[in-house]
C-alpha cells in the first residue's frame, strides 16, 4: 500500500490524510467540486490534488470515503463509473456515519463497477493522537483496510458482514450525539423557563457528571448540520430493528434547530467559541414561540 485517496479532506479526512501522510503513505484527493475551505485543509494537510475521479481510482491503492451522511451515495457512484472508465480493481471503504441498510447498498454500487468494498465507521475525534480513534471495519475485504494499522490508523477488523461496522457507528453515536441533543433540548427549556441556575444547581449536587458534560456544548452548534442526517440515518437503523426511530427523529430536529442559527456558521479554524451562556440565550431567542 503506497497511496491514499481521501474523500473528502475536510474536518475528519484532512486529518486522517495528515497522519496517514506522516507516517509514509502518499494521500490524494480530488478537489475540483469541494469547498475553498476544504481546499485549504488538504493543502495544509499535504494532500496532493489529482485533476479527475479516473485519476484519483487509478492512482490510489485504497479510498476513503469520509463525508456527510447525506453524500455517501452520490460519491459511490461518481468512483463506480470512475472503476467502470478505468477498469481499475479498487479497495473502497466507506467511512460514513449511516445506516447498516445505507452501507449495503452502498457496497453493491462499488463491487457491481468491479471494485473490492469495506464497511467502515469512524468512532473519536480527528486522529492527532495514538489510541483516540479507531476505523472499525468489516467486510471480507477489511483485513486488506487493517493494514492501515502500519501508518498510523487503529483499524480493528469485527467480522465478514457487511453492515456490521456501519451498525456499531449507528449506536455508539446514538448514545453520545443523542445525549448531546438530549441536553441541548433541556437547556434550552430551563433557560427558556428561567430556571437554569436552579437546575445547575441541583446538577451539581446529584449530577456531576452530567453538570460537566454541558458545559461543552458549545463546540457542537458548528456540527449539527451534518448531525442532522447522521441522526436519520441512525433512525431508520432503529426502524429496521424493530425499535422506535422517534428518539433519533427528534434529535435531528434539535440539531436542524441549532443548525439554523448563527451559532452554526462558525468553524473550528475559529479563534473563539460562545460560552454556554451565550449559546442557550441565542437559542432562546430562535425559539418560534419568542
Same mark, same amino acid.
Given at each position: ?14 486529518? #486522517?490524510?495528515?497522519?496517514? $501522510? ?33 485519476? /484519483? ?6 479510498? /476513503? ?22 477498469? @481499475? ?21 462499488? @463491487? ?5 468494498? #469495506? ?49 456499531? $457507528?449507528?449506536?455508539?453515536?446514538? &448514545? ?9 433540548? /433541556? ?24 453538570? +460537566? ?6 463546540? &457542537? ?6 448531525? #442532522?442526517?447522521? &441522526? ?13 426511530? +422517534? ?44
Amino acid at each position: 500500500m503506497k497511496t491514499v485517496g481521501i474523500l473528502s479532506p475536510g474536518d475528519m479526512g484532512h486529518t #486522517v490524510g495528515e497522519r496517514l $501522510k506522516a507516517h509514509g503513505l502518499r494521500v490524494i484527493a480530488h478537489l475540483a467540486d469541494r469547498s475553498a475551505r476544504t481546499r485549504g485543509l488538504a493543502e495544509k494537510a499535504g494532500i496532493e490534488e489529482v485533476d479527475s475521479y479516473d485519476s /484519483l481510482v487509478e492512482m490510489a491503492d485504497v479510498v /476513503l470515503c469520509i463525508l456527510v451522511p447525506a453524500e455517501a451515495g452520490a460519491a459511490a457512484l461518481t468512483v463506480a463509473k470512475a472503476l467502470r472508465r478505468t477498469g @481499475t480493481d479498487l479497495l473502497y471503504a466507506d467511512c460514513n456515519a449511516v445506516a447498516p441498510q445505507t452501507t449495503i447498498k452502498i457496497g453493491r454500487t462499488i @463491487t457491481e463497477a468491479g471494485g473490492r468494498f #469495506v464497511d467502515a465507521s469512524i468512532i473519536g475525534p480527528p486522529p492527532r493522537r495514538e489510541g483516540a480513534t479507531r476505523f472499525y471495519a468489516s467486510g471480507v475485504h477489511a483485513g486488506k483496510l487493517a493494514k492501515l494499522e502500519d501508518y498510523g490508523l487503529d483499524v480493528p477488523v469485527i467480522s465478514d458482514n457487511i453492515g456490521d461496522a456501519s451498525a456499531i $457507528k449507528m449506536c455508539y453515536a446514538g &448514545m453520545t450525539k443523542g445525549l448531546t441533543a438530549l441536553c441541548t433540548n /433541556l437547556l434550552v427549556a430551563a433557560e427558556a423557563l428561567g430556571i437554569r441556575d436552579a437546575l445547575f444547581d441541583e446538577w451539581g449536587l446529584s449530577q456531576e457528571a452530567m453538570l +460537566k458534560r454541558v458545559q461543552g456544548l458549545p463546540s &457542537m452548534p458548528p456540527k449539527s448540520r451534518r448531525w #442532522v442526517g447522521e &441522526m436519520e440515518e441512525i433512525a431508520a437503523t432503529m426502524a429496521a430493528v424493530g425499535m422506535s426511530p +422517534k428518539f433519533h427523529e427528534g434529535a435531528a430536529d434539535i440539531y436542524r434547530f441549532v443548525g439554523a442559527s448563527a451559532l452554526a456558521d462558525r468553524t473550528p479554524e475559529d479563534p473563539e467559541e460562545p460560552s454556554l451562556e451565550e449559546m442557550l440565550k441565542l437559542l432562546v431567542g430562535s425559539l418560534p414561540t419568542r
